[in-house]
């Protein structure tokens, strides 16, 4: 996090601004995939294997959530979570 010092009204003010990329697990894995298409790349790596085929992304991918998905593919969630953490995600549910 980055710390912007901010002047107005002959008062300085410090706010924090979080700096880095973000996921919003209520969104579908297509919205996430037009957002940031790295996601895909770090979804693979977790189990979700069939994710990479653009049919699947294109049809199941329009449905499917992570949590939802992670409960399909007996993935845990934490586990998603923490690797998407480690990629310098931040996480919104």
Do not use: C
């Not at 996090?1 to 973000?22: C, D, F």
């Not at 294109?58 to 949590?67: D, E, F, K, L, S």
């Amino acid at each position: 996090m980055y710390i912007l010092n901010i002047i107005a009204k002959n008062r300085e003010h410090k706010e924090v601004i979080p700096v880095g990329k973000s996921i919003d697990f209520s969104k579908t894995v297509y919205e996430l995939w037009r957002e940031s298409p790295e996601i895909i790349d770090i979804m693979k790596d977790l189990g979700f294997e069939s994710i990479t085929s653009q049919i699947m992304l294109n049809t199941a991918g329009r449905v499917m959530t992570i949590p939802k998905g992670a409960i399909m593919k007996g993935i845990e969630l934490k586990k998603i979570k923490d690797e998407f953490t480690k990629k310098g995600y931040n996480i919104k549910e």
